[in-house]
């Protein structure tokens, strides 16, 4: 058996020698069309193509952000934005693990709280922002309850199917020894629905930022929703492009801490690989 | 040590299931359960073992009646049903209140998984799915293991070879052992008695008392004789459960 495993590890080795690590590989893969449609857009600006006072040259939209960079002003609405993703995103989240544990796990709490719930989410959460600014102000408080009733449903559903689409056989394994509930829903139910948990997170996560820029959009002074205003206001097509390529680079940095914790706890599940 | 009265279990439409079971179990005896398809074998062990609730008569075991899932009972189930996100010596490990680190050594090496201790359920083959399976039913030291079809889905080699497992770990730990299955060597080769349910709802139809010592040989002449007899006492031309 041992010869058995022995043998790939000595061809991976070699082929790391010949080859580039393949990680790299794919970094290097799927930024060749980016470079391509920057470099084209660059080039169509300064022949002026592209009016600069509608859609600015990559060059001079970096050199905008540099110099939000060194006055420091980046850093003031990033971090104002981010904080109020990461309080709405837990804030939603927990809310969300609580009652959807609750109600996959038990089905008197699921018929009494699932249809409202439903019911719920059926209003578009946007129109929840003048009754949040009418209780709430314009402050973060509106803001943070917005981002957190957005993260809510896509985690709530998540866990509750994830819940409730757990084999029974599993659960039939804990109950021959005995199991307390607690013990059934923290030895079994919650690890099995971890993946479909962390599917809802991430999903979650999106919206999440979609609902930040909505809340930076309504009413707000910092982050770089109101940047976008600002741009628009002051007829800065830059800092509105810079504005949404910062919340590209934010969202794809995000995501990529939430995959990385995907594929950090789900390395047992047996996925097919792609080639 | 187990005795079952007068238990019946049928479902709402009365025709699956089992009624009527009365059976007596000695310690270390290996009972195996025979039937047609649908004749409620896997239904009893279901009963005996706590999961199934909604039955009449009594199952008392050293006198006790029971009516919930009892410590002295270990199962294993047709399938392995191991925690696909726990490795293997935490799935061997998982009924345990507390994980004594020599006892889960201990059964992973009766049941011969040292060195995949680490692995995960994804990367076990069937049969040593199923090893884990039974380490894990018997890392409680329950007094009375009931097997639902344990090997069923396993491919001749290995259901041999770990039906010699459950063999030697019987010898090694003596405990009490009902074995439904549908294949009539495997009862032959195992059990010092066997119970042929018969019927919709199943019920006792036979008893066949083998007085052979173990291990056997699987190809004995006796037994042989015995498989026609079981072939003939399960009515299999005539089955219309097939």
Redesign the interface.
Same mark, same amino acid.
């Given at each position: 058996m041992k010869e058995v495993i022995a043998i790939p590890k000595v061809n991976e080795g070699k082929e790391k020698h010949r080859r580039i690590n393949p990680s790299i590989q794919r970094v290097l893969l799927g930024s060749i069309v980016p470079i391509l449609l920057i470099l084209a857009w660059e080039y169509l600006s300064r022949i002026g193509v592209f009016p600069p006072h509608l859609l600015p040259a990559p060059s001079i939209i970096l050199q905008s952000l540099m110099t939000m960079t060194t006055d420091g002003s980046l850093w003031t609405h990033t971090s104002i934005t981010l904080y109020r993703l990461v309080l709405g995103f837990l804030f939603g989240t927990v809310a969300a693990l609580i009652i959807g544990a609750a109600v996959g796990y038990f089905s008197t709490v699921e018929s009494l709280l699932d249809p409202l719930i439903q019911a719920f989410r059926s209003i578009p959460s946007l129109a929840w922002v003048p009754l949040f600014i009418l209780w709430m102000g314009i402050g973060e408080p509106s803001k943070v309850v917005l981002i957190a009733v957005g993260v809510f449903f896509p985690v709530y559903l998540n866990i509750v199917s994830g819940i409730q689409g757990i084999d029974r056989k599993l659960i039939e394994v804990g109950k021959i020894y005995h199991f307390s509930s607690w013990q059934l829903i923290s030895k079994i139910i919650l690890p099995a629905a971890l993946p479909s948990f962390l599917v809802g997170l991430r999903s979650g996560l999106g919206l999440g930022w979609m609902f930040v820029v909505a809340a930076e959009l309504m009413g707000a002074s910092t982050g770089i929703g109101y940047l976008l205003v600002y741009g628009q206001n002051t007829y800065a097509p830059e800092l509105i492009i810079s504005s949404i390529v910062l919340f590209a680079i934010l969202g794809k940095i995000t995501d990529a801490i939430l995959k990385g914790l995907e594929t950090k706890t789900l390395h047992w599940q047996d996925t097919i690989v792609k080639k | 040590m187990l005795s079952i009265e007068r238990v019946s279990r049928t479902f709402s439409n009365g025709t699956t299931g089992f009624k009527n079971i009365d059976l007596k179990v000695e310690q270390g005896e290996v009972i195996g359960i025979l039937g047609t398809s649908g004749c409620g074998k896997s239904t009893l062990l279901r009963v005996l073992? +706590?999961?199934d609730k909604q039955y009449d008569g009594q199952v008392v075991i050293d006198g006790e009646t029971v009516h919930d899932?009892h410590?002295k009972? +270990? %199962?294993i189930?047709q399938?392995p049903?191991l %925690? !696909?996100?726990?490795k293997v010596y935490d799935n061997i490990g998982? +009924?345990l209140q507390k994980k004594v680190q020599s006892k889960i050594a201990q059964y992973i090496k009766a049941v011969g998984l040292v060195?995949f201790e680490n692995h995960? !359920?994804?990367d076990l083959s069937g049969g040593m799915a199923q090893r884990v399976a039974i380490a894990r039913a018997l890392v409680?030291s329950p007094e009375i293991l009931l097997l639902d079809e344990p090997f069923s889905a396993l491919d001749a080699f290995t259901k041999m070879q770990l039906q010699d497992l459950l063999l030697n770990l019987w010898q090694t730990y003596q405990s009490t052992i009902l074995l439904v299955t549908h294949d009539i060597d495997e009862a032959l080769y195992l059990a010092d008695r066997i119970i042929i349910l018969r019927g919709q709802p199943g019920e006792l139809y036979q008893e066949i008392k083998i007085d052979k010592s173990k291990p056997r040989s699987r190809g004995d002449k006796d037994l042989a004789v015995l498989k026609d007899e079981i072939l003939q006492l399960l009515d299999l031309s005539h089955s219309k459960a097939i």
């Amino acid at each position: 058996m041992k010869e058995v495993i022995a043998i790939p590890k000595v061809n991976e080795g070699k082929e790391k020698h010949r080859r580039i690590n393949p990680s790299i590989q794919r970094v290097l893969l799927g930024s060749i069309v980016p470079i391509l449609l920057i470099l084209a857009w660059e080039y169509l600006s300064r022949i002026g193509v592209f009016p600069p006072h509608l859609l600015p040259a990559p060059s001079i939209i970096l050199q905008s952000l540099m110099t939000m960079t060194t006055d420091g002003s980046l850093w003031t609405h990033t971090s104002i934005t981010l904080y109020r993703l990461v309080l709405g995103f837990l804030f939603g989240t927990v809310a969300a693990l609580i009652i959807g544990a609750a109600v996959g796990y038990f089905s008197t709490v699921e018929s009494l709280l699932d249809p409202l719930i439903q019911a719920f989410r059926s209003i578009p959460s946007l129109a929840w922002v003048p009754l949040f600014i009418l209780w709430m102000g314009i402050g973060e408080p509106s803001k943070v309850v917005l981002i957190a009733v957005g993260v809510f449903f896509p985690v709530y559903l998540n866990i509750v199917s994830g819940i409730q689409g757990i084999d029974r056989k599993l659960i039939e394994v804990g109950k021959i020894y005995h199991f307390s509930s607690w013990q059934l829903i923290s030895k079994i139910i919650l690890p099995a629905a971890l993946p479909s948990f962390l599917v809802g997170l991430r999903s979650g996560l999106g919206l999440g930022w979609m609902f930040v820029v909505a809340a930076e959009l309504m009413g707000a002074s910092t982050g770089i929703g109101y940047l976008l205003v600002y741009g628009q206001n002051t007829y800065a097509p830059e800092l509105i492009i810079s504005s949404i390529v910062l919340f590209a680079i934010l969202g794809k940095i995000t995501d990529a801490i939430l995959k990385g914790l995907e594929t950090k706890t789900l390395h047992w599940q047996d996925t097919i690989v792609k080639k | 040590m187990l005795s079952i009265e007068r238990v019946s279990r049928t479902f709402s439409n009365g025709t699956t299931g089992f009624k009527n079971i009365d059976l007596k179990v000695e310690q270390g005896e290996v009972i195996g359960i025979l039937g047609t398809s649908g004749c409620g074998k896997s239904t009893l062990l279901r009963v005996l073992s +706590g999961l199934d609730k909604q039955y009449d008569g009594q199952v008392v075991i050293d006198g006790e009646t029971v009516h919930d899932v009892h410590k002295k009972i +270990g %199962m294993i189930f047709q399938e392995p049903r191991l %925690m !696909p996100w726990l490795k293997v010596y935490d799935n061997i490990g998982f +009924g345990l209140q507390k994980k004594v680190q020599s006892k889960i050594a201990q059964y992973i090496k009766a049941v011969g998984l040292v060195g995949f201790e680490n692995h995960y !359920p994804k990367d076990l083959s069937g049969g040593m799915a199923q090893r884990v399976a039974i380490a894990r039913a018997l890392v409680t030291s329950p007094e009375i293991l009931l097997l639902d079809e344990p090997f069923s889905a396993l491919d001749a080699f290995t259901k041999m070879q770990l039906q010699d497992l459950l063999l030697n770990l019987w010898q090694t730990y003596q405990s009490t052992i009902l074995l439904v299955t549908h294949d009539i060597d495997e009862a032959l080769y195992l059990a010092d008695r066997i119970i042929i349910l018969r019927g919709q709802p199943g019920e006792l139809y036979q008893e066949i008392k083998i007085d052979k010592s173990k291990p056997r040989s699987r190809g004995d002449k006796d037994l042989a004789v015995l498989k026609d007899e079981i072939l003939q006492l399960l009515d299999l031309s005539h089955s219309k459960a097939i």
